[in-house]
């Protein structure tokens, strides 16, 4: 059983407006504190060993200019690279490019800060969805890597057999309400963020989902 409490409420998230190419762009932004040094989790991030062990599998070339490929997810090319406190990179899926930004931070000794930027145009799907289209599978991604760096042992499991249980379809919905609040802090209109944030739920949990019904 993977232990969720508190997790949704240790992410802070914001959707932010920002500017791609001179285009008008959406950014959506996670931030989270993790009890362990900048250096070890510039090395959890950065690391295709570590990186496979709370998200999933990585190829390629981890370095500037070089490209990558997430298992079963996005490929690029790291565009930025300043060890240990942040790096860019693009991300494309099929013939869509989008763009992340992380960012580094020591608090204190014991404790540092991630926050991760998924900057994309606006288009028909974010209009369906709303940030939670991907921010629900960021928030996926920051417990995996909550329980990697708090936990010995921790294996990642497998995402859609996790996302059926009772504590996976929990953490999707209370993902996805946390998205839809945001939304309506980044200036959308509230019905209009809370029906997106409904349809990026139900994408998560039932089976049957019909986007187009």
């Given at each position: 059983?993977?232990?969720?409490?508190?997790?949704?409420?240790?992410?802070?998230?914001?959707?932010?407006?920002?500017?791609?190419?001179?285009?008008?762009?959406?950014?959506?932004?996670?931030?989270?504190?993790?009890?362990t040094s900048i250096e070890d989790l510039?090395?959890?991030?950065?690391?295709?060993?570590?990186?496979?062990?709370?998200?999933?599998?990585?190829?390629?070339?981890?370095?500037?200019?070089?490209?990558?490929?997430?298992?079963?997810?996005?490929?690029?090319?790291?565009?930025?690279?300043?060890?240990?406190?942040?790096?860019?990179?693009?991300?494309?899926?099929?013939?869509?490019?989008?763009?992340?930004e992380v960012r580094l931070t020591p608090?204190?000794?014991?404790?540092?800060?991630?926050?991760?930027?998924?900057?994309?145009?606006?288009?028909?799907?974010?209009?369906?969805?709303?940030?939670?289209?991907?921010?629900?599978?960021?928030?996926?991604?920051?417990?995996?890597?909550?329980?990697?760096?708090?936990?010995n042992g921790f294996e990642r499991p497998?995402?859609?057999?996790?996302?059926?249980?009772?504590?996976?379809?929990?953490?999707?919905?209370?993902?996805?309400?946390?998205?839809?609040?945001?939304?309506?802090?980044?200036?959308?209109?509230?019905?209009?963020?809370?029906?997106?944030?409904?349809?990026?739920?139900?994408?998560?949990?039932?089976?049957?989902?019909?986007?187009?019904?």
């Amino acid at each position: 059983m993977i232990r969720t409490e508190g997790q949704v409420e240790a992410v802070a998230r914001a959707v932010e407006d920002r500017e791609v190419e001179g285009e008008p762009a959406r950014a959506v932004v996670l931030s989270q504190t993790y009890a362990t040094s900048i250096e070890d989790l510039w090395e959890a991030v950065t690391t295709a060993e570590r990186i496979a062990r709370w998200f999933t599998g990585v190829s390629g070339d981890l370095r500037l200019g070089g490209r990558y490929q997430l298992e079963g997810n996005a490929g690029g090319t790291v565009t930025a690279c300043d060890r240990p406190t942040a790096f860019d990179a693009t991300w494309e899926m099929g013939d869509a490019m989008s763009w992340i930004e992380v960012r580094l931070t020591p608090v204190d000794g014991d404790h540092s800060r991630l926050q991760l930027t998924h900057i994309a145009r606006p288009d028909d799907h974010w209009g369906l969805f709303g940030p939670g289209a991907v921010g629900v599978g960021w928030d996926l991604g920051l417990l995996g890597l909550a329980l990697h760096l708090t936990s010995n042992g921790f294996e990642r499991p497998e995402g859609e057999e996790w996302l059926a249980t009772p504590e996976g379809r929990q953490f999707a919905i209370d993902s996805g309400k946390a998205w839809g609040e945001a939304h309506i802090a980044g200036g959308e209109d509230a019905d209009t963020a809370r029906a997106a944030a409904d349809r990026t739920i139900a994408a998560y949990t039932d089976p049957d989902f019909d986007p187009g019904a």
